[in-house]
Every structure is written in C-alpha cells, then in structure tokens.
C-alpha cells in the first residue's frame, strides 16, 4: 500500500525546496517534499551570517533569509513539506520507505525522485589526530549548531583546524560571542575556504592562518587543554621541532564536506570518487533512471546561489520525467577532468534536452594565478576563461548553449599557461 | 552493610556481580568512573579468544577456554551479539609455520576444540583479501567477536535486576578489614562496609591487593592502539584476522566488529599513567604499517575512529590472580585480568561467585530474573512492528542518530534502564548514537537535549563521560522560564 508521487524530493534544504517549486513550476502536479529535520531550510538556518543570494538576488541575506524565500515559494506552491521524516530506504525502481513518529512507517511509489541530502562534515576520526578523547572537540558545523541554534557556548579558547568556509564563520562567530579564537590551521598553503571569508572572519579580527601547519596531538583527558601545532613538509608530513602548543578549550574541525550519499548507494546510483556525488547528466539524472541529485549531496558548493539554480534544473528535469516528456538524447559529450581540474559537473550532456543552455563546474585542484582554463574538445577550443587566481576553496562555473556539444563524444575542461603559485 | 562489594564496574566486575546475584546476597559494586566499561572493557579488541595463545596451566589459559564456551549461552540470555566468526593466525613466510605448529599444539593442551593448520590455497580460498605474502594459518573455528561495552552493560543491567546497587564515581583508595568487616573508603572520604569484597578494579587492581595481602603484585598498565574503519568495508574479512608472533612483535590483528565495522589494532606500549588513553602518532604509524602485512591495501581513509586502551598486565606471574587472598580473609582478586579477559569473564564471575557465597555460605535463590531491559532497536524490526511501536510511543519514530539508525525511543530508554545512561559517551555505548561515520556531527545536540530532558538537568551539565568533560560550557542566553 504505498502512496504514490510523481516527484519525490528527499530533503528541504535549500537543494530541495528549490528542486520541489521548479517541479511544480513545470507543471508537476503531485511533488511532496521529505525533511528529517523538525523544520525545513536546511544547514542554511544555523548559517545566521550575511552573504546569500548576491548572485541569486542580487542582494546580501543571512542563510534562514535566504531559505525562507524558498519555503515561501514552496507554501505558495502548496507543496506539501513532511517534516520528521526520516528516509530509510530507496529501491532503483523509485520505492521510497520513510519512518516518523507522526505516520509510522510510509511506503512511496514516485515517478521521480530528488535527491537532496546535502553533505556532512569530515571528522577528527577520519583524519587520525593523535591525541586525548575529550569533550570539546567539534566539527564546525556542529559547533555552529550549538550557538546559533540551540544556545550555547562549545568552549571560549578556540583553535581551528582546516578553513573551510564553516570553520572561518566560526571564528568570526565565537569572536563575536566573546570566545578567543588563537588561530586558524590549514595544513594546505592555501585556504580551502572562500578569499572574503579568510578576509571578512579571520584577517579583519587579527586571528592567525597558519598555512601548511596541522595539529598534531589533541590534549586534555575531560576537556581539551591544548592542541599541539606543527609545520608540515610538501609531502603534508609535520616537521619535526615546528611544534607549537595552544592552550585552548575547543578544537574545531572545518576539514572538508563529504556529499551524504548513503541513501544513494541504496538506491544502486553510482558515485564519481572524485565529487563523492552521482553522476549526472546536464538534466541531473543520475545513472539511474528517474532518479536525479543537486545541491551538497551532488558536489560540495560553496555558493547557495548555484545550489538553487542546479537544483532548479533536476526539479524541472524530475517533472518532465515524471510526465514522460523527456526526449531521449540520441548521444552524450563526456565531460572529462583535464589537468588542474577536478570533478566536473555534470559527467555527461545530452544531446538533445528541453534547456538551451548547459552548465558545468568544477574545482581547481591547486592554486593557479594568471591562468586560463578552457573546454576543448580535441584541438577545438569550446571556451576559454583568464583568471587572476583559480584555487581549490573556489569553484568554477560556466553556462554554455547545448549546440556547441552537438556532435562532440567527449570534452576536457583543464587549466593552461598556468603560473603556479 | 552489604555482604559483598565490588569494586569495579567492568565486564569482569559486573560479571561477577551477575553471577553473586544469583545469591542471597546484598551486593554493591563501586566503580570509580561514571559508568560500566569505562576502562579496558570499553577499549579492548572484541574478540572472544579461541584460547591458543595462553600458556597451558595458566589462569589464562584455563578461563579463556571455559569463557569462550559459555559465550552462546552468556550472549543469548544477555541479548548481546555474538559471532563465531573463527580466528586466524596468519603466517607470512615458510620460518612462521613451525610456530602456527606450536601454537595448534599449545591450544590442544588447552583444550581449544577444531584447531587446523591451513595452507596458503585454503586461506586465499577462505579470505581472498589476504595479503599475498601470507603462506598460511592457524584456523580456530571457536574465536568469535563480540561488543564489549554492550555485553559488560547487559551483565550489570541483568545483575541490577536481581537486586546488585551501582554506584558511580566513586573511586576507592584505602580498603582495610576489622573483626571480619571489610571497609572501603573513597577518594572523598565516603565510607562502604562489607562481610566480603572482590577487587575487579583494573588498573587499580594491585593497588587495593597491597593494601591487604603481604603476597604483593605489580600491574603494569600497557597501552593498546586501535583505528576503527567504516562499514562500508564489511566484508573484507570473514575471520578475524591474526598475525604470527614474530621478529616484529605480536603484530596488530584485523577483524570485523559485530556491528559491521573493522577494527585494527592494538599497539602494544608500556606507559606510566594507567589513564593515558591517547593515541599517537608513533603508534598509529606503527599499527597502520603492520596491518598492511594482513591486507596490502588497508584504506586507511575510511577511518571513521581511532581510540587506545589500557591493559592490566600483571609483571610478576603474568597471569589472571584469581580468587580470595591467602592472607586476607574475605577478600577476593580478580586481578591482572588483561587479554583473553573479556573472553574469561563469564568464567571468572561464575567461579568468582562461587568462591565468594561459598565463604559467606550464601543460599542460591529460588528465582532469578532474566530481564536485561532489552528495548526495541529500530533497525531490526519490520514495517508491522515498527508501526505498532510508534503507535504505543512515537519516540521509536524519530530517528536522532542517522549513520546507525537510531531512534528517540532508544536513546530515552538507554536512559531509563537500571543502569542507565548518564552521559553521551554512555548512550554511546548503549545504542551505538555517534558511533556512525559522521561522529555525533548531527546528533550530539539533540543527545544532548534529550539527556538533559531525561535528567531534568541543563544542557550545561551534560557531560560527554562524566567530570569536566562537560560538551558545553555556558548559555549564550539565560534560561527561558
């Protein structure tokens, strides 16, 4: 007895609820969204800072202003949002099993489903840090949840480690709440995080990024006392005699996402091991049909703004699915990581597809100045960009018409007369 | 008074408890952490050893082989898991056979049914992940693995239910008897009084020994390292995966967990300080480089954590020192109880208790209760129990720990069970919440709340396993009223 949906969407984040109104928008009639959170929105309620939607809106709001422009649209578009609902299963032939203590146990048949998951963060474990096991070791994005959502203050000496974009608001943000932040350790020569937050959280508070630095040990056996820092070789190892001791309370993690594909590998889609996310052709469908992925759970972002348009695509994409209105493409261009790139998205373009345009991302695999970056197709160049600096922490994107991949089986997007560093 | 304390809540400790409480007994148990397994029975390998390591006659040997028999039985009436998965000892060049021969001969004379050498063909046949180098192995189809912190908490929960008191943080520094009367004083200065008192304690063991016996040991405490890996590489062994002592040392062991993860470890390091649990760099090195002999391409990138634990290794008889002191009625030791103790555990509670009621010559009661406050685990049930189950309590229906699946329901009831949780560590290690590939990432907060709920405490107070481990340090707003 299962319900059925013609598109599914897993997760009202800002993927999803975008997902779900273009969905709608395209004429998808019964679309219904399922959140294992209390409320919708997302990571993007705890993230209280400025900073979303200046591409999108072309003005700056905090993280729940931005969410709540979608849910908004989503109300108004009477898209049911189920909250408390956990997704427990998901079949290759579109059966979705759902669990919350409201309706028990659902079973769902939908046409097409979105998944919207997002990411979760990297943890000290993954990392092996040596070290003690006490209280007071965070990863970012929990420690973020901790203060602005529920209240409360993780510790009030902080040393961070990695500089993702989580971990570089946090600084600001403990600073804010009157916390001393000591430094911010990267164990990278660059920041992983965008150029405005190393300026806008750590350089405008005078707090320390120590580039090519990591923490070696963790001390404290109830709380944390410390954290020795090291140096580390081109081969990322610590230097022997760099070592440095900070006397702090709290360790925060900011070392990477990690796309939350578990329901995904249910579902049999298969996951490129460089974006961690399915493989997608340019409408977001995965390799498996029906089923279609954007946001987090994609490819790690570091702008909502591109979330909302890419998961626009893979809700309107869903609901031509669902209608059966999707022209089947006669062929694909491959898009292939040439050098100094890593994970484009998608991995494959239609030929043939109701968009006129095709977009693609990627990251930078190093730091770049004064370089260009192009799509080629053999000894045909498709594009050609200059930039002052391309670098890991900032991804890259590009629209172009879908004419121009007619005909082409495979592309390379990779960066030339690079000047590195 | 009571009859008997105990001092020491781990799995030998509460085991012994288990079995005294099949006794008319008052029985009291005295752990100086927070919680049961807060030592080495919450950081050890979680093998139940098949008992070919131990020289014959020894303790060791003796417990480890009647221990690892009583498991289906001990497991099954606990409600804990327990897999004969077999063990292996892997030799890696034609010189290690000779001790594989040792070995299945030293586990005859122990007793440990089904030993066979296996060559290189039958291994790769048995385990294809084997490193190429292996030229063959010892096969003892009765090692198994367990959970230990599960099994040491369904024992103490099931001795609760037959009338054991737990009290916690309370750590004993003298002990002395009088006219027949034992008496236990804490490191605060808190009193406990008993006919009799088992020393379980650990680390401590020697300690609490030399106060009263002239017969003195000497525990060293030898840390373990171990790195956890995520369960996405279930499957990669079947057995647990043992290497032949040699030149480079015991050599650290592979093996699946019965909760789908892989386990790799230990180190093996004399420290100073029986609390040093941290790891290191030098031995997680150490331990990444010699699991590799095992499986070549160990991916150590699907670490999900890593963790050491300390063993009691007694230096002057090597060995479990078991039973009532010759110089000191009334008490009992337990001590030095290192590896295979979690395999002995059962062994030793039985004997233990035995020992103990006979001295206070105890009567068995006429009914004992076998209830473990087993609750439902949301992932095993099916759809119709599942929704009987949140119809009764809705709390089954939310799920707090994503990466293992865990409900609400769960998590309150680890909560409110005899030996309850009160601690994040302590739902940790009741329902597996954190223990997934994100680390409590998602969850920790609302563990967090609903421990705080539970507890009628504020968040504040909410301590990862007990002292200053507290996970927050101050409201960024006053209380709501």
Redesign the interface.
Known sequence: MSQEIDVLVIGAGPAGLAAAAAAREAGCQSVMILERDDAPGGILQQCIHPGFGLHRFKEELTGPEYAQRFIDRVNELQIPIQCRTMVLDITPDRQVTAISPERGVQLFQAKAIVLAMGCRERTRGALMIPGTRPAGVYSAGTAQRLVNMEGFMPGKRVVILGSGDIGLIMARRMTFEGAKVLACVELMPFSSGLKRNVVQCLNDFDIPLLLSHTVTQIHGRERVEGVTVAAVDEKRRPIPGTEQYFECDTLLLSVGLIPENELSIKAKVPLSPVTSGPTVDDSMQTEVPGIFSCGNVLHVHDLVDYVSLESEVAGREAARFAAGSTPVPAAYTLVKDGFGVRGCVPQRIRDAGADEKVAISFRPADVYRNATWQIRAGENILLKRRAMILTPGESQRVELPREQFKGIPEVTVEVVMEEKK | MNDVIIVGAGVVGCSIARSLSRYELDVLVLEGKEDVASGASKANSAIVHAGFDAEPGSNKAKYNVRGNAMFEETCRALHVPFIRNTSLVVAFSEEEMPHLQKLLERGEQNGVPGLRIIDQAELRTLEPNISKEAVGALLAPTGGICCPYDLTFRTAENAAANGVKFLFNKPVKTVSSENGVWTLVTESGETFQARAVVNASGVSSAFLNNQVSATKYNIQPRRGEY??LDKSEKGCFRATMFQCPGPMGKGVLVSPTVDDTIIVGPTSEDIDSP?A?????F??DKMRRLSTRIWTEIP??K?????SGIRAHETTKHDFVLGEAPDAPGFFNALGVESPGLTSAPAIGQDLADEVASKLDAKKKETVSDDVSIWPR?RELS?EE??EL??KD??????IC??E?IS?GEIRASIRCRVGARTIDGIKRRTRATMG??????C??RL??ILADELGIP??QV???????????????PEEK
């Open positions: 790195v956890m609390d649990t941290e790891t290191t760099a031995g997680l150590f990138r670490a999900i954590t890593t963790f949301m759809t599942l929704n949140i119809a809705p709390h089954y229906g939310r799920v994503r990466c699946t609400e590939r994100c680390q409590g990432g998602f920790t907060p967090m709340e968040q504040e301590t990862k396993f007990g002292g200053e481990s507290r996970m927050v340090l101050s409201r960024l707003f």
